[in-house]
């Protein structure tokens, strides 16, 4: 019941979406199709090639995104809008060798409105002290480079599942206030859970970063291919380590009280290409590749 909530509540803004049915997962030869998504969404997209294509690049607006084969003559690609959309609409194409172009979707961005929220958490989190700071700013730098080294295939083979089935004290794209001054938005799904519940992957993947980090503690971060990661924030304990294959349901750590954090629960994030999206958008479109 909890999920179908929060579905409704994430995708209440998709409803004309179901008037046009769902992306069409086979579309003809040069065909385009048109898609309907939203700031903080992803959307999954098929479309056909020719031989010799499958090294095309797949560029969207200014960004070059990984494809990788569905079958005998086509592709398909996870294609995700930032929170931050300024919602004007665009068309992805592929860039052959010989720089010819071919347009595969238009996309079309419709608004979503998100709520507000008020939190209390340790002062130094929020004014950082200038070692504070200089730390925070080093972690940030080295996940950048981390965050580039995701494989160009997925690791997964089945639909991604939420991490946790307990009650979910916030979820993505909340614009939140921190201590009635600070405001930042929220950019991930956060369960509530003792410290020391069990965290498993919800996918198949590689793990790419296990440790602590300033503002979500302990941390396990994994690479699912094609620029898909999952975040999993404020652990208590990390039972994986960087390099390490886990499958969907492997145990990566314990919920905690660490990092910036209000009370104990798990901070669970989705990010794609390089946007911070909504995970129950990933785990409504991997059905889609993975019904």
């Given at each position: 019941m909890k999920y179908l909530l929060l579905l409704l509540l994430s995708f209440q803004a998709c409803a004309s979406e179901k008037k046009s049915g769902p992306v069409n997962p086979l579309p003809a030869l040069n065909e385009i199709i048109t898609v309907e998504t939203q700031p903080g969404f992803v959307r999954w997209v098929s479309f056909a090639i020719e031989p010799g294509q499958?090294?095309?690049?797949?560029w969207c607006k200014d960004q070059q995104l990984k494809h990788a084969p569905l079958g005998q003559g086509r592709r398909f690609a996870y294609i995700a809008e930032t929170y931050f959309s300024d919602l004007k609409p665009y068309t992805c194409r592929l860039i052959l060798k010989n720089k010819t172009e071919?347009?595969?979707v238009n996309f079309l961005v419709k608004p979503f409105k998100y709520k507000?929220?008020?939190l209390k958490?340790?002062?130094?989190?929020?004014?950082?002290s200038k070692k504070d700071l200089k730390r925070a700013q080093k972690e940030q730098r080295m996940l950048a480079g981390l965050y580039t080294q995701s494989a160009s295939e997925p690791y997964f083979n089945r639909a991604f599942v939420a991490p946790l089935d307990s009650f979910i004290t916030s979820i993505y794209g909340n614009r939140r206030v921190y201590n009635n001054?600070?405001?930042?938005?929220?950019?991930?799904t956060d369960y509530r859970a003792a410290v020391g519940v069990p965290i498993p992957a919800v996918n198949r993947g590689r793990v790419l970063f296990a440790g602590d980090l300033f503002y979500t503690g302990g941390t396990v971060i994994i690479d699912h291919g094609m620029d898909i990661?999952?975040?999993?924030?404020?652990?208590?304990?990390?039972?994986?380590?960087?390099?390490?294959?886990?499958?969907q349901g492997d145990i990566v750590a314990l919920s905690g009280h660490t990092g910036r954090s209000s009370?104990?629960?798990?901070?669970w994030g989705v990010k794609i290409h390089g946007h911070y999206v909504n995970g129950y958008s990933l785990i409504e479109e991997t059905k889609k590749q993975f019904p």
């Open positions: 499958e090294t095309a690049e797949l071919i347009p595969i507000e929220e008020k958490v340790d002062f130094r989190t929020v004014r950082l001054a600070h405001k930042s938005q929220h950019l991930g990661f999952t975040v999993y924030g404020h652990l208590s304990e990390v039972k994986t380590q960087a390099g390490q294959i886990v499958n009370g104990p629960h798990l901070h």
